[in-house]
């Protein structure tokens, strides 16, 4: 899998997707339905397949580490400090210590949070499920000698339609 920031090299030509591509323009719905996870809007392939560049053309390139800006071009570069890759997830090493444990923190607190609802989905299925199980149960219960009570009274011809006397 690709990572954040992906890029492709042809010729001095620097390819990439920024936020504004992939999620404000028809050709970034295009993309995000072909792609089909957000994980891989970043991508080579993804890059590849908005430009419409073959397989074979350019050079895929890649850097995660944000902790000194010489590793990008100069383009992706200025990119970052304008905020065009906003609507993905924020890399590591771009804001101050105390900003980037605080997002940090907040993420964390997210993903519990997620983790928290997914496990409530689960209880909510499994108590669905049970509660369904349940309702059926006591109706088949119920509906034993109540059928049971009516075919007794079947049992008597004269409380039989004519046609069953």
């Known amino acids: 899998m690709c990572e954040f920031v992906s890029w492709i090299e042809k010729g001095k ?20 339905t072909w ?9 080579h392939g993804a890059i590849r397949h908005f430009y419409g560049l073959e397989q074979d053309e350019g050079v895929n390139k890649e850097d995660t580490t944000f902790s000194r800006p010489d590793s ?20 590591r090493g771009l804001l101050k210590k105390l900003l980037d444990d605080t997002y940090q ?3 964390i607190k997210l993903l519990a ?8 989905k689960f209880l909510d299925d499994t108590y669905q ?3 369904i199980k349940l309702l059926d149960d006591k109706y088949e219960a119920d509906l034993k000698p109540l059928d049971d009570k009516y075919w007794d ?3 008597i011809p004269e409380n039989r339609t004519e046609a069953w006397r």
């Open 13 to 32: 030509k620097i390819y990439f997707l920024t936020g504004e591509q992939v999620f404000h323009t028809d050709k970034g719905q295009s993309l995000r």
């Open 72 to 91: 990008f071009p100069e383009v992706i570069v200025s990119a970052l400090k304008r905020g065009d890759f906003k609507g993905f997830p924020l890399p």
């Open 35 to 43: 792609c089909g996870s957000v994980d891989d809007y970043v991508g």
């Open 129 to 131: 499920a049970d509660l």
């Open 113 to 120: 949070d997620l983790k928290l609802l997914a496990d409530l």
């Open 153 to 155: 009274l079947f049992a």
């Open 105 to 107: 923190a907040d993420l």
